[in-house]
């Protein structure tokens, strides 16, 4: 994938080879001037990444020129600045990114961004979504396959867990079935393997199995694994999983819905992430408060998730936060915890919580919850649209425009 910075430091060129793998990314560095930007045509970037406050021509300039250029108007937008989130509407219309990288930032911070955007865009260019099956029985290979091509996938087979990791690896399906018990690598193995590589660990598997208890469920969860199906498994069932696991309902949901997620467990940040994608959602995570309120201060979110495991029982003092604030009365908070109390769930909701959800959660529960939490946030906004068009008849006359 094409990385262009748009930076007047030359001698930053090598801060930023140093950050990206040349196998995945390839680099070129670009002054703010006009004919610099111009030798981004022939380039072609899929990512650019830019200054607030360019030497030569201010960011809202650059923007100009990115979305009037037909090779760049569909590139991903890349701020990258030590400004707080109050002061960049002053450089950049927040609406034009989509992402920011806060000064100082790291290599993993960059990764976790731009495999995002790699693993959107290799998707964006299938014409049907795709599955990688894995499974040692040729039989159960077979069957999949022809179960998954019905409900409009491509499937891609492999024999074993080692197998498995390379076609994921290298073809970033939609969504992946493992088998559980498999030779050279098992499924659990394959799963914990996709689970520590950016590229792979957001990728949603299903674990078909011909033994689901509860203990299997709690590892899965541990390694990613979001849904379970039973072998020998019915039909309507692998349908159903796959329709939660992917959102299939997402048509129903408005357009650019944000998430808002506040969880600082990498593996369950993941699930999330991946889980709102799916529904359709543009989801933003917060590893911490501060970078929390400054995300509040860039989007307004349609829906909250945060994890109650904060410090000093902040994660409650948050949600009481939010609630103050008129602007958050409406939108939908869902707490987060690995704590199965009663009284904490209750102070919870007595904190302005929307609903307890306790980790781990099986993924049609997941669904379920958010879903109604959507639905009551879409006729919400709906009703406000409405009363404002009323209001907006009530005060102008329609004949005359006054």
Same mark, same amino acid.
């Given at each position: #994938?094409?990385?262009?910075? @748009? ?5 930053? *060129? ?60 569909? $590139? ?8 707080? $989130? ?17 000064? /100082? ?17 290799? !998707?964006?260019?299938?014409?049907? =979504? ?9 039989? #159960?290979? +077979? ?37 559980? *018990? ?39 969860? &541990? ?8 072998? /020998? ?8 999983? @796959? +329709? ?9 949901? =408005? ?12 593996? @369950? ?13 543009? /989801? ?8 929390? &309120? ?6 307004? /979110?349609?829906?909250?998730?945060? &994890?109650? *495991? ?60 958010? &879903?109604?939490?959507?639905?009551? !946030? ?25």
């Amino acid at each position: #994938m094409k990385v262009a910075v @748009v930076e007047d430091s030359p001698w930053l *060129a090598k801060v930023w080879e140093d950050l990206l793998p040349p196998e995945t990314y390839t680099f070129e560095l670009v002054d703010s001037s006009v004919g610099g930007v111009a030798k981004l045509i022939d380039f072609a970037p899929e990512i650019i990444v830019f200054n607030a406050v360019p030497a030569q021509r201010s960011a809202f300039e650059l923007v100009s020129h990115f979305k009037q250029e037909t090779v760049l108007k569909g $590139a991903y937008l890349v701020l990258a600045t030590s400004f707080d $989130a109050e002061n960049i509407t002053s450089f950049v219309d927040p609406a034009v990114l989509d992402g920011v990288l806060w000064k /100082p930032f790291t290599r993993n911070t960059v990764l976790d961004l731009f495999d995002r955007f790699f693993i959107d865009h290799r !998707r964006q260019r299938r014409a049907q =979504p795709l599955v990688v099956i894995v499974d040692d029985s040729s039989t #159960m290979r +077979r069957v999949l396959s022809r179960e998954m091509r019905e409900l409009g996938f491509e499937p891609m087979t492999g024999r074993n867990g080692e197998e498995g990791f390379a076609l994921i690896k290298e073809h970033i399906p939609d969504i992946a079935l493992v088998d559980m *018990a498999m030779p050279v690598m098992s499924g659990t193995e394959l799963c914990a393997s996709l689970a520590a590589d950016p590229l792979t660990r957001t990728i949603p598997v299903i674990m078909v199995s011909a033994i689901v208890d509860e203990e299997i469920i709690r590892q899965g969860f &541990n390694i990613g694994i979001i849904d379970f199906v039973k072998k /020998p498994f019915d039909r309507d069932r692998l349908a159903e999983a @796959v +329709r939660c696991v992917l959102g299939r309902n997402q048509s129903k949901l =408005p357009d650019k819905l944000h998430a808002l997620v506040l969880e600082s467990d990498e593996m @369950v940040a993941s699930i999330l992430l991946r889980f709102f994608t799916r529904l359709g959602l543009i /989801p933003h995570l917060a590893g911490d408060v501060i970078t929390f &309120n400054a995300l509040l201060k860039l989007l307004e /979110p349609d829906i909250i998730t945060l &994890n109650l *495991a904060l410090n000093d029982g902040e994660g409650l003092n948050l949600c009481r936060q939010l609630r103050a604030q008129p602007q958050m009365d409406a939108v939908p908070i869902v707490a987060i915890s690995t704590d199965d109390s009663v009284n904490l769930m209750l102070e919870s909701l007595r904190s302005g919580v929307n609903d307890y959800i306790r980790v781990p959660f099986a993924n049609e529960e997941l669904f379920a919850r958010i &879903n109604n939490l959507l639905r009551v !946030r879409r006729l919400q906004s709906e009703l406000i649209r409405k009363n404002r068009a009323l209001e907006d008849l009530a005060v102008h006359d329609g004949a005359t425009g006054m």
